[in-house]
């Protein structure tokens, strides 16, 4: 009995390594696994549409989120930049225009038309706006923006 039966099964010699590596431009097709160009919708070897690595909507709802936080940010960051000193003694003597030189035109408009809160102003409208503006800073720091 000699065992001359030697026949090798596992030969690694189809000398095709480079066929499965992706280049740049190519990825592998989420279903067959076979390398395809990464611009590709449909895997033209099984025929499978390649779902795509993020919805488009779920970024459209982001960057409006973003842009309505920046929004916020910036007037609030114009609120707390104004000399608080000058607003204050603005709206001491002409109170809407304390108002008015931190954004808030609506109470302006509302303190002018109730003759200056009943002539009671000047004793209200310099806190009010003193208040707005600490309130303004107080969210720019808690939101984590720096210099306030
Ligand atoms: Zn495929």
Redesign the pocket.
């Known amino acids: 009995m000699s065992d001359t039966d030697n026949t090798p099964e596992s030969t690694p010699n189809d000398g095709s390594e480079d066929a499965e590596t992706p280049r740049a431009d190519e990825a592998y097709?989420?279903?067959?696994?076979?390398v395809?160009k990464k611009e590709a919708e449909i895997?033209?070897?099984?025929?499978?549409r390649?779902k795509p690595s993020d919805t488009p909507t779920d970024q459209q709802q982001q960057s409006t989120q973003q842009a309505t936080v920046g929004h916020r940010q910036r007037k609030l960051e114009k609120i707390a930049n104004e000399d608080k000193t000058a607003v204050m003694l603005m709206s001491f003597f002409l109170t809407p225009v304390g108002y008015w030189m931190i954004g808030k035109t609506g109470l302006a408009l509302i303190n002018f038309f109730t003759f200056n809160y009943f002539l009671l102003g000047p004793l209200i409208v310099p806190f009010h706006c003193h208040k707005i503006m600490e309130d303004a800073k107080d969210e720019l720091r808690r939101s984590g923006v720096e210099g306030y």
């Open positions: 097709c989420a279903d067959c696994g076979e395809i895997c033209p070897e099984c025929g499978v390649q």
